[in-house]
């Protein structure tokens, strides 16, 4: 992460100087696709400095009487990422470990986070963090830690099933609320998953199609242009009129 920082960093500065020159120089018709690049970019910019600090900042230690955490603070995108809070929680304190599974999105990219909490006996609630469930981090396998911890405690993991959760509320930190933690039961994603596939099949489909037709034209159109360009080097090469004449005979 460290690398693909470094790399993108001299791009991402040079987008000030950027924007001025084409100020100045009163290029106003490039603004509207520059001003869009740069937003995208910097939101990139933004995911990997995000990304940056969980790997240098965040720690788990599993210790022999307690386990010390250091994870965001909060829930939101922005400042809660870039704030971090140690936790030292004893086992004795720890009331119970919670995991759930989240879904985002449709059927056109469904996405499933798996998450971890502690819960303590005075009511105080710990996040450990989300982990995708198609590509795990090996750094912080939230699932294999909330299993630690809860063994050191003396107590089993509490699997809350799955719930459907709504991607601009988890950006904003909104907790979820009785409407979103509506369970959703195994025979729901298999079906979402078969919509899933079809979608997609559909979709490959299509640009398969779209692509085909298109080198199918351009190769009718290159075959039409090779014939006119053989017959106007023939007109050249060869006089119209020994052409004429030779038809006749």
Not at 83 to 99: F, G, K, M, Q
Not at 111 to 119: Q, T
Request: glycine share 6%; with cysteine; charged share 20%.
């Amino acid at each position: 992460m460290s690398f693909v920082f470094l790399i993108l960093l001299p791009f991402f500065a040079s987008l000030p100087a950027m924007m001025v020159q084409r100020i100045m120089h009163q290029l106003w018709p490039d603004m509207l696709g520059f001003t869009i690049f740069a937003a995208a970019f910097t939101a990139v910019m933004l995911l990997v400095v995000f990304e940056l600090l969980r790997a240098i900042r965040a720690r788990v230690v599993i210790g022999e009487s307690a386990v010390q955490l250091t994870l965001p603070a909060g829930r939101g995108i922005v400042m809660p990422k870039l704030l971090y809070r140690t936790h030292t929680i004893p086992y004795s304190d720890i009331e119970a470990v919670e995991t759930r599974r989240e879904l985002y999105g449709g059927v056109i990219a469904p996405v499933m986070l798996r998450g971890a909490r502690i819960i303590t006996k005075s009511g105080k609630t710990v996040p450990l963090g989300y982990v995708n469930e198609a590509n795990t981090d090996p750094a912080l396998p939230v699932p294999e830690i909330a299993a630690e911890i809860a063994r050191r405690a003396g107590l089993e993991v509490i699997d809350r099933g799955t719930v459907r959760r709504q991607v601009h509320k988890k950006l904003r930190g909104i907790r979820a609320n009785d409407s979103d933690a509506a369970p959703i039961t195994e025979a729901d994603i298999e079906a979402l998953n078969r919509r899933h596939n079809k979608v997609m099949v559909a979709i490959c489909s299509a640009l398969f199609l779209i692509v085909a037709g298109g080198l199918l034209v351009d190769i009718s159109k290159s075959e039409l242009d090779l014939g006119e360009q053989a017959r106007q080097l023939v007109q050249r090469i060869i006089p119209s009129s020994d052409v004429q004449r030779a038809g006749a005979q």
